[in-house]
Structures are given as structure tokens and as C-alpha cells.
């Protein structure tokens, strides 16, 4: 799902809280923000299964310079109500 304005402000402004943000491969501090949500879900035995799944959905950053990725939730951030 692709991250309206308000979400994406909603993101920034929780990740504030913990900025700078210290990259721990490369050491620098500039991160981009993923234009899009993402989710994890609950490993059911390698089928895919829909309406058993435990979702949790991700703001994703990534490192400028080294192109490591953060996951944070996004419930937790107030991104999303949600997952369901
Ligand atoms: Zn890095």
C-alpha cells in the first residue's frame, strides 16, 4: 500500500523521537523513507494463508549510503490503525 502524505508525515514525525538515527553497518545518519507500507506475516507452514495471518505492517528507511533497511512498525508509530 502506497503511503499517503498524511501517513508519511505521521512516520517522520514519530521516527523524530529517535533521530539521528545512527546507521549500525556504515555509520552515517541520512535515511530515505520508503513510499510504500509493508507487511510481515506469521509463518502458517509455507502455504499461503490469508485469513489466518497475523500482519504486521512496516514503514520501511533506508540507509543513503549503504542501503541498509529498518523496519518499524506501523501501528506503532500511528501510521495505521491496524493491521486488519
Ligand atoms: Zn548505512
Known amino acids: 500500500m502506497k503511503l499517503t502524505a498524511e ?3 505521521r512516520a517522520l514525525n514519530a521516527l523524530q523521537h529517535f ?3 545512527e546507521c549500525s553497518v556504515c555509520k552515517h545518519k541520512e535515511w530515505a523513507i520508503n513510499d ?3 507487511e510481515v506475516r506469521d509463518f502458517l507452514g509455507g502455504g499461503l494463508t490469508v ?3 497475523i ?3 512496516l514503514v520501511v528507511l533506508n540507509c543513503k549510503t ?3 533497511t529498518l523496519l ?3 501501528v506503532q508509530l500511528g501510521v495505521v490503525a491496524s493491521a486488519g
Open 19 to 21: 533521530a539521528p538515527i
Open 55 to 57: 500482519v504486521i505492517p
Open 7 to 9: 501517513q508519511t508525515t
Open 72 to 74: 518499524f512498525n506501523a
Open 66 to 68: 549503504c542501503s541498509n
Open 36 to 38: 510504500y507500507l509493508f
Open 51 to 53: 485469513d489466518r495471518a
